[in-house]
């Protein structure tokens, strides 16, 4: 781990797999407590110029506009953004380094394109977090805080496309469009996502079967259940209780 300290304001832990995003000219300290020569560690920095911040979020707000008009793209707040990383977002930074690497004669073309896609996925990321983790603040001022809360209410239930674009006031095509312009993945895949987060909380109790998590995280077979499991987790949900329980 590592430990970021910004100025005014307490130090907290900055782990892998997450991202923290500053404004300009922001200093920011960052200590490995844990890093020796035996066990190093590496951090990331990206610095993107201010002008293609905005040329990128000019361009997103006026062709791309998010679901409600009165919170346009922006990057970060008006302090600081710590995200976990979505695999989308890991992806781009993937990809950012590769080319940072390459010899590629269109070198600075494609790293210039991929910093417009990273600055995409990092406000898609940051709505992911309001919306996705703070659902209940926002019911009253974004129409998908209303869509979050009916699926994780609803995990178990069949969830319908027809219902939740209605929630959202929007047609089906629309409802689709918009939510994953504004999250980076489709409805149903966020629901895939919470079925299985949901499952791995319900692994967690030895007296469930798999079978019956399976039907209690809102899948209707279990192969298929396995299946998809095992895809987004690279074990069997036998075998994640197994490793828990080690």
């Given at each position: 781990?590592?430990?970021?300290h910004?100025?005014?304001?307490?130090?907290?832990?900055?782990l892998p797999?997450?991202t923290?995003?500053?404004?300009?000219d922001?200093?920011?300290?960052?200590?490995?407590?844990?890093?020796?020569?035996?066990?190093?560690?590496?951090?990331l920095a990206?610095?993107?110029?201010?002008?293609?911040?905005?040329?990128?979020i000019?361009?997103?707000?006026?062709?791309?506009?998010?679901?409600?008009?009165?919170?346009p793209?922006a990057?970060?707040?008006?302090?600081?953004?710590?995200?976990?990383?979505?695999?989308?977002l890991?992806?781009?930074l993937?990809?950012?380094?590769?080319?940072?690497?390459?010899?590629?004669?269109?070198k600075?073309?494609?790293?210039?394109?991929?910093?417009?896609?990273?600055?995409?996925?990092?406000?898609?990321?940051?709505?992911?977090?309001?919306?996705?983790?703070?659902?209940?603040?926002?019911?009253?001022?974004h129409?998908?805080?209303?869509?979050?809360?009916?699926i994780?209410?609803?995990?178990?239930?069949?969830?319908?496309?027809?219902?939740?674009?209605?929630?959202?006031?929007?047609s089906?095509?629309?409802?689709?469009?918009?939510?994953?312009?504004?999250?980076?993945?489709?409805?149903?895949?966020?629901?895939?996502?919470?079925?299985?987060?949901?499952?791995?909380?319900?692994?967690?109790?030895?007296?469930?079967s798999?079978?019956?998590?399976?039907?209690?995280?809102?899948?209707?077979?279990?192969?298929?259940?396995?299946?998809?499991?095992?895809?987004?987790?690279?074990?069997?949900?036998?075998?994640?209780?197994?490793?828990?329980?080690?």
């Amino acid at each position: 781990k590592k430990v970021m300290h910004l100025p005014d304001r307490p130090a907290f832990d900055y782990l892998p797999g997450e991202t923290v995003v500053v404004g300009e000219d922001e200093l920011m300290e960052i200590d490995f407590p844990e890093a020796c020569l035996g066990q190093p560690t590496q951090c990331l920095a990206v610095a993107i110029a201010p002008d293609s911040i905005r040329q990128t979020i000019d361009l997103l707000n006026e062709r791309y506009p998010r679901a409600e008009a009165h919170t346009p793209w922006a990057l970060a707040g008006p302090d600081y953004a710590h995200l976990t990383n979505t695999p989308e977002l890991t992806g781009t930074l993937e990809r950012l380094v590769a080319v940072s690497r390459t010899t590629d004669a269109a070198k600075d073309v494609l790293a210039g394109f991929t910093l417009q896609e990273l600055l995409v996925r990092l406000m898609q990321t940051q709505a992911r977090e309001l919306i996705f983790n703070d659902y209940a603040r926002h019911l009253t001022t974004h129409r998908f805080a209303a869509v979050v809360q009916h699926i994780k209410e609803h995990l178990a239930d069949n969830l319908s496309v027809e219902k939740l674009s209605a929630l959202a006031c929007m047609s089906k095509a629309t409802f689709f469009r918009v939510f994953k312009r504004e999250f980076g993945l489709t409805p149903v895949e966020y629901i895939v996502r919470e079925r299985l987060a949901e499952a791995k909380r319900l692994l967690r109790q030895p007296l469930a079967s798999v079978a019956e998590v399976c039907l209690r995280a809102g899948f209707n077979n279990l192969s298929y259940f396995q299946a998809l499991f095992k895809k987004h987790e690279g074990i069997t949900p036998g075998a994640y209780r197994k490793h828990l329980s080690t």
